[in-house]
């Protein structure tokens, strides 16, 4: 068990909420999941949350280290990447980026290649080991640590990182006052409202003890309206954990490795198909305007004065 047991909402510290969801954890010890939603300001949070980084949650890391970058590195990614930072590149003039929770470091693998002034940072020491076998600049620091400078990034990323932030007001707060002013940042996490946790219920293989907080495109939006002064520039919902419904709908459970699996081969028949492509970019404008895809993606920017 954590700790500390926690059962105020992380965001706004009301006690007032109540049970959404509940699983029983697939890993031993079988451990029961609950998420609690707050009747305060809606956020959706792990029921007994713990305020410390709890560094065996992510002793997955510590099996990739040894492994060449082309085995942990999936070249789809970086098509992704690539369209991703053009777009980013006209709204920013400096090349100076913070990757937050940077895992096992492909995006600070990217950005360096680019030539951005790259810096990760990450708590986990098993993802710094493997980041570290292919010398990326990263530290193993958190973002309210004292040598990053104030103003000083014109571009801060979170892939999938929000979600497993105790404080995530104080960290949106903390981006914002890190940025040079007119700077972006860009984050993407799941998404509680999409038709994967709709269908899958508590089998949503999302739901584990490693995330926190779960968003909404609105609870995120309001997130950001209350506690910082960020202008969205663009808040999409995108994709379908295709393989995850497949296996729910013949009535088996795949794991998450199994769904990533499964989704990342998904991908890769999607892009060798330019039918298939279109068929997606459908696919995915309905779930965008639905609000329902399985990923938040959101683009925001600090005014330049205030
Ligand atoms: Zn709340």
Redesign the pocket.
Same mark, same amino acid.
């Given at each position: 068990m954590p700790s500390s047991v926690l059962v105020y +909402?992380p965001? &706004?510290?009301?006690s007032h909420?109540e049970v959404v969801l509940r699983k029983i954890a697939a890993i031993v010890p079988k451990q029961s999941i609950a998420l609690r939603c &707050?009747l305060? +300001?809606?956020?959706i949070f792990l029921e007994d949350w713990d305020e410390k980084f709890l560094p065996e949650l992510y002793d997955y890391y510590a099996e990739r280290v040894g492994l060449e970058k082309d085995r942990l590195y999936h070249p789809l990614n970086d098509a992704r990447y690539a369209e991703l930072v053009d777009e980013i590149e006209r709204l920013v003039l400096g090349r100076r980026i913070l990757d937050v929770g940077c895992g096992q470091g492909q995006f600070v693998d990217f950005m360096v290649r680019r030539g951005w002034e790259t810096l990760g940072v990450e708590l986990s020491e098993s993802a710094m080991t493997v980041c570290k076998q292919f010398a990326l600049p990263v530290k193993k620091i958190d973002v309210f640590d004292s040598t990053l400078i104030k103003e000083s990034f014109d571009l801060i990323t979170l892939f999938e990182v929000i979600e497993h932030v105790p404080t995530p007001k104080q960290m949106v707060e903390q981006i914002e006052q890190l940025l040079k002013p007119g700077g972006v940042l860009y984050l993407t996490t799941p998404n509680f409202n999409s038709i994967d946790r709709r269908v899958l219920g508590a089998s949503w293989h999302v739901v584990h003890r490693e995330h926190i907080m779960y968003f909404t495109p609105n609870t995120l939006k309001n997130m950001l309206r209350r506690y910082t002064h960020f202008e969205v520039l663009r808040l999409h919902t995108q994709n379908l954990s295709i393989a995850a419904i497949r296996e729910k709908i013949k009535g088996r459970l795949l794991n998450p490795s199994g769904v990533r699996e499964g989704d990342q081969m998904l991908r890769q028949t999607i892009e060798s198909s330019p039918a298939m492509r279109l068929l997606k970019l459908g696919t995915n404008s309905m779930l965008n305007i639905l609000g329902w895809g399985s990923t938040i993606t959101l683009l925001c920017r600090k005014p330049m004065q205030r």
């Open positions: +909402c965001l &706004c510290k009301s909420s &707050c305060e +300001c809606g956020a």
